[in-house]
């Protein structure tokens, strides 16, 4: 089951409750990607950022604050910073990973070139610190700026941990928490913070952004052995093609035999793949039950989530939230 076929759709439900606030935070996304003197800026933001993206991670700071009680505006400016670090990962990150498609449309270095794509990408973590910056509130500088460092910190692990079949669990934990769950983390945690909530609250909504953040990217990393391109946005096995050490297959590869880690080496270490060698990948992680048991895992990642709600005030909001945890992992079903 795909995000947009599910027959709940929390984020659409949190949309209609947040529209003011999401129609305020757009306008702040067009007026801040503008740039009078390189036009090619707000060509290639606008590519990304109004390709039909569901806006998650804004949404979450804003339903974060919003369920904090907090009656101000900083919260949308952060939202945009949120949404401006994401885009500006998703422009490198293209570009890293060589891809010719993202949310199901050609990338942006696919269209302009990679230099466009770093540059404009530079361009927007520009903007989201200046953003963060205005609202006076040095905590939640704090939280964002560790946040894009954690990012990258992430992707750059990813490079070291690609192709060597010694990566470990650990390091894949920690690799996903910097591209995927610090963001949401960040987002969840700053909505706290400027609603000028307790610590504790403050730390419910982050480790349900954390919690969250893993089960997504493990849901996603899972439907890369065997979902459809639309429900994945990209081509289904280009992890394997990339030779990313992804939880099913760090798994295989400690459970393999001498044949099958010679397969391993021949295909992940020494890159030497051929035509059939992806279908056998795949029966080789059916074999030793690796994509039941990351299914497996990221469902517990979502309960991990939703148990960090239960701190929180009831709120239509809370509950948005709680059925959001299920939605990313609705895929797997």
């Not at 996304?29 to 804004?58: D, N, Q, W, Y």
């Not at 909530?197 to 909504?205: C, F, G």
Request: contains cysteine; glycine residues 6%.
């Amino acid at each position: 089951m795909s995000l947009d076929d599910a027959a709940t759709k929390p984020h659409e439900r949190m949309q209609t409750a947040l529209s003011a606030d999401l129609a305020a935070v757009n306008a702040l996304i067009r007026a801040r990607m503008a740039s009078k003197h390189a036009p090619r800026i707000p060509e290639v933001t606008a590519h990304l950022v109004e390709a039909g993206g569901k806006r998650v991670r804004p949404m979450l700071t804003l339903a974060a604050a919003r369920l904090c009680g907090y009656e101000g505006d900083a919260h949308q400016k952060l939202a945009a910073t949120v949404e401006f670090i994401h885009t500006a990962t998703l422009l490198h990150d293209d570009v890293v990973d060589e891809s010719q498609k993202r949310r199901g449309r050609p990338t942006a270095n696919l269209l302009w070139d990679n230099k466009s794509s770093v540059l404009v990408g530079d361009y927007l973590f520009a903007r989201s610190f200046q953003l963060m910056v205005e609202t006076e509130n040095p905590r939640v500088l704090s939280i964002l700026s560790n946040a894009a460092a954690v990012i990258a910190e992430g992707e750059v692990l990813q490079l070291t941990a690609a192709m060597n079949l010694a990566t470990t669990e650990e390091i894949y934990l920690q690799v996903i928490r910097g591209k995927t769950a610090a963001l949401f983390e960040a987002a969840c945690e700053v909505g706290g913070v400027i609603a000028g909530k307790p610590d504790e609250v403050v730390q419910a909504l982050a480790t349900y952004g954390d919690g969250l953040g893993i089960a997504f990217q493990m849901a996603d990393d899972l439907l890369d052995w065997g979902g459809s391109t639309g429900e994945i946005g990209k081509n289904t096995g280009d992890d394997f093609r990339e030779r990313k050490l992804t939880l099913p297959l760090i798994r295989a590869v400690a459970r393999a035999d001498a044949a099958e880690r010679a397969f391993w080496v021949r295909t992940i270490e020494k890159g030497d793949q051929q035509d059939g060698d992806l279908e056998q990948a795949m029966s080789l992680l059916q074999r030793h039950g690796t994509l039941e048991e990351t299914r497996d895992e990221a469902f517990a990642w979502t309960a991990r989530a939703q148990q960090a709600l239960t701190v929180l005030p009831e709120h239509p909001l809370r509950d948005m939230m709680h059925d959001l945890a299920d939605y990313v992992v609705a895929r797997l079903n």
